[in-house]
């Protein structure tokens, strides 16, 4: 069975560097084809790809946040750390994490997600 | 950037009966399209993908069609647990993935 789940803080204040790790069970990171993507939603928006990175270590940031967004893997801990800087109140959303593959039934689709969290930017 | 279109925002329908969602794409993504339903408090869940596959575990009553920039959605007979979110996905040109704003279903 695969699960993921999202931790980090609720509340940030503006310009804050935010942390988000992404605890998986059910897969490795370590398995050709394997992939983990951040993906948020903003209230009343869309959803909105961040981040994704595969087991080989290629990795992928969305082309508007780019120089905002760090992602690694931690194949030990089962775990996917995105950290975003400069947070501002645009960015507040709920925060998921997704399991994805990259070839094979259902490539490039988000098979597994987490329940999400939500991070609020705020003073 | 390839921009999915999703219509109508919100679908009013009575159970048992047939919800058709659409789902547009700014250029064609050939069949390079995933549905996904979220209901509140539950995970995302993938129903379809290459437009029309169903996805493992996913009933018979969701199908998908369409191909290039139309793309359709169907519940043919809607259960009281269908009603949801419902979000499209293309991965045309990976790893460049965007998202529809979505289509709620709910009961009429």
């Known amino acids: 069975q695969i699960t993921l789940e999202e931790s980090g803080p609720r509340l940030v204040t503006p310009t804050q560097t935010v942390t988000l790790t992404c605890t998986f069970s059910g897969f490795s990171l370590t398995t050709s084809g394997v992939g983990v993507g951040w993906i948020r939603q903003p209230p009343g928006k869309a959803l909105e790809l961040l981040a994704l990175v595969y087991w080989n270590g290629y990795k992928h940031f969305s082309p508007s946040l780019n120089n905002r967004l760090s992602i690694t893997k931690d194949t030990s801990r089962n775990q996917v750390v995105l950290t975003v800087t400069d947070m501002d109140p645009v960015d507040t959303a709920i925060y998921y994490c997704a399991h994805i593959l990259y070839s094979g039934s259902g490539r490039h689709c988000f098979h597994y997600w987490g329940q999400g969290t939500l991070v609020t930017v705020s003073s | 950037e390839i921009v999915m279109t999703q219509s109508p925002v919100t679908l009013s329908v009575s159970p048992g009966e047939r919800a058709t969602l659409s789902c547009r794409a700014s250029?064609?993504?050939?069949?390079?399209l995933a549905w996904y339903q979220h209901k509140p408090g539950q995970t995302p869940r993938l129903l379809i993908y290459?437009?029309?596959i169903r996805a493992t575990g996913i009933p018979a009553r969701f199908s998908g069609s369409g191909s290039g920039t139309e793309f359709t959605l169907t519940i043919s007979s809607l259960q009281s647990e269908d009603f949801a979110v419902y979000y499209c996905?293309?991965?045309?040109?990976?790893?460049?993935?965007?998202f529809g704003g979505g289509t709620t279903v709910e009961i009429k």
């Open positions: 996905q293309h991965y045309n040109n990976w790893p460049l993935l965007t």
């Open positions: 290459d437009a029309s």
């Open positions: 250029q064609s993504v050939t069949n390079n």
